[in-house]
């Protein structure tokens, strides 16, 4: 059974940062792409971050690049999102997601976590 969590949403000003954190109970989490997405109120669920099995893969939404950077450690289980320079619109649910095979699409991803909320005021 895989079981993702994550922790570290909160409400943070304009121009500050956050670091997402998912931890993954997968047997094999090495072989597993990671990604983190976001569901904002009224609108779908969008891709905003992808890492591959090992790492040297990713994918950012063009929305994203320059202020977050997702990474993993296979030994810890763990997958994270840092986000710097947040902005309003950054305001969304935040889902950490995991699937074998390396997508960048959020209906290609089997299990999800519950989701942490992240708002950013202006």
């Known amino acids: 059974q895989v079981q993702l969590v994550e922790s570290g949403g909160r409400l943070v000003q304009a121009g500050g940062s956050l670091r997402l954190s998912c931890t993954a109970s997968i047997y094999t989490f090495s072989n597993y792409a990671m990604g983190w997405f976001r569901q904002a109120p009224g609108k779908e669920r969008e891709s905003v971050a992808v890492?591959?099995?090992?790492?040297?893969?990713?994918y950012y939404a063009n929305s994203v690049k320059g202020r977050f950077t997702i990474s993993r450690d296979n030994a810890k289980n763990m997958v994270y999102l840092q986000m710097d320079n947040l902005k309003p619109e950054d305001t969304a649910v935040y889902f950490c997601?995991?699937?074998?095979?390396?997508?960048?699409?959020?209906?290609?991803?089997?299990?999800w976590g519950q989701g942490t909320q992240v708002t950013v005021s202006s």
């Open positions: 997601a995991a699937r074998l095979g390396y997508s960048v699409a959020a209906n290609a991803y089997r299990y």
């Open positions: 890492i591959n099995w090992n790492g040297d893969t990713t």
